[in-house]
């Protein structure tokens, strides 16, 4: 299938389950998106677990410009704090418009369950039509010797009561930002 048709399904099913999606060109407009997102809505906090050096140093550097206090490793003595978090995901599964996020760490769970807002950063070149073009990623993680963490993300987090009544946020961020960023290569 066309990259083209990939990214119009995989958008309009996170679309549908309550994703807010964009499409941008780099990790610098990601960077920026984060703080201009927590300026917008009046928050104070970003955790940005498994980015690069580099980019935590621009993060850094942007967070200080606008205010923002970019929370440091171990989040787990923050973690009631945490107003946004940016991290990375392996995969975008177009017919649901779900993310798959495989991880050994710990401080990106942290980062991706408590957080109010979770912005996830996918390289278009990554979004598959469905779970069965995941398959080989999911059997090699299933064979690692080590414990990991794999969360399929579909929408914000939502459940419902017995009389049906839904509720966002419940068990995780309450808002899902996908970021599909157009130039990178896997």
Partial sequence: MEKKNLIQIMTEKAVAVGTIVHEISSVSDALQYAVDLNKEKNLKTLACPGLDSEDQDRLLDLCNSANLDLLEEPLRNQASSIDTSLTWVNYGIADTGTLMLASDSEEIRIATMLAKIHIAMLPVSKIRLDTG??????????????????????????????????????????????????????
């Fill in 133 to 186: 073009s995941i398959e080989a990623a999911l059997n090699d993680i299933l064979k690692k010797d080590s414990a990991s963490y794999t969360a399929f993300i579909t929408g914000p987090s939502r459940t419902a009561d017995i009389e049906r009544v839904l509720a966002i946020g419940v068990h995780g961020p309450v808002e899902l930002h996908l970021l599909l960023i157009k130039d990178m290569q896997p």
